[in-house]
C-alpha cells in the first residue's frame, strides 16, 4: 500500500470512526428520552410539581452493577437545565458519566435507570466542575413519588439533588451516595460538533438544542413548559 493510499484508508477509517461516535451518542440521548417518557407515564412516578420545581434534569439510562458483593457501578446520561435562572424553557443538554463505589448485597449482573433533580443553584454549581461525588460534595436524598410532592421529608426538601432508580420495572427513590458525576467532554464534542463547555450548555441562553437531543428535550417542555423556581 503506497503513502497516498494509506493516508486515504486511514482517512476512511476515523471518518466511520467519528460517525459511529456520533450515532452512539444520538442513541444515549434516545434511550434518556425513553427513560424519561416510561418514568413520566408511571402513577407513581415523578410528583409533576416536583418537576416543575426541579432546575436541571439529569438521566442515565443503563448503568450497569458488579456481580456479587462490594462491586461498582457505570453508566451514561445527559442533563438539562432551565434557562432564565430556573423559570425558563428547558435547553441544550451536557453529556455526563456517572460511576464510583456500589456496597452492599448485589446478586447477579443488575442494570438500573437513573433520573436526578436538581433543586437549586448549589446543585448546578457541582455540575459545572469537572466532577463531584453525590453526598460528599454535594447534599443527596432519595426522591418522593406519586402525584404530589407533599410527602416530602425535611431531608428531601434541602437536598440539592433528587435520585431515582428504576430496575426491572419498579421505580423508587434511592440514595446514591457515592457515586461520582463527571462531564462527557468527549461525548459532548460528538453531539455538537466541536469543544463546548457545560456552563455555556446548561447556563447561556443563546445555545440552541441540537437534532440530536430534540425529541428527549422537547419532551421535558411538554411534561413541565415552564418552571417554578427552586424550592
Known amino acids: 500500500m503506497t503513502g497516498r493510499a494509506g493516508a486515504v484508508t486511514w ?13 452512539r451518542e444520538t442513541q444515549r440521548l434516545a434511550a434518556c428520552r425513553q427513560v424519561l417518557e416510561d418514568v413520566a407515564n408511571m402513577p ?13 434534569v439529569a ?17 451514561k446520561g445527559a442533563v438539562t437545565c432551565r434557562k432564565d435562572g430556573g423559570r425558563g424553557p428547558w435547553g441544550p443538554p451536557s453529556m455526563i458519566e456517572v460511576g464510583g463505589a456500589s456496597l452492599g448485597l448485589q446478586i447477579g449482573g443488575q442494570s438500573a ?12 454549581d457541582h455540575l459545572l466542575r469537572s466532577r463531584f461525588t453525590l453526598g460528599a460534595d454535594a447534599s443527596v436524598a432519595a426522591g418522593p413519588k406519586g402525584r404530589s410532592a407533599e410527602a416530602a421529608t425535611d431531608l428531601q426538601m ?28 468527549s461525548a459532548n464534542m460528538q453531539v455538537y460538533g466541536e469543544a463546548v ?10 445555545r440552541r438544542v441540537p437534532p440530536a437531543a430534540r425529541e428527549f428535550v422537547d419532551l421535558l417542555r411538554e411534561l413541565s413548559p415552564r418552571g417554578q423556581g427552586s424550592w
Open 11 to 23: 482517512a476512511l477509517l476515523l471518518g466511520a470512526a467519528g460517525a459511529s461516535a456520533q450515532v
Open 44 to 56: 407513581e412516578g415523578i410528583p409533576r410539581d416536583l418537576l416543575n420545581k426541579a432546575e436541571c
Open 59 to 75: 438521566v442515565v439510562p443503563g448503568v450497569k452493577k458488579a456481580a456479587l458483593g462490594i462491586g461498582g457501578r457505570f453508566g
Open 113 to 124: 435507570d437513573y433520573v436526578f433533580l436538581i433543586m437549586n443553584q448549589k446543585g448546578i
Open 158 to 185: 434541602h437536598a440539592e439533588i433528587l435520585t431515582y432508580s428504576r430496575t426491572r420495572g419498579l421505580f423508587a427513590g434511592v440514595s446514591l451516595e457515592g457515586a461520582v458525576v463527571k462531564q462527557d467532554r
Open 197 to 206: 463547555d457545560a456552563r455555556d450548555l446548561l447556563l447561556k441562553p443563546d
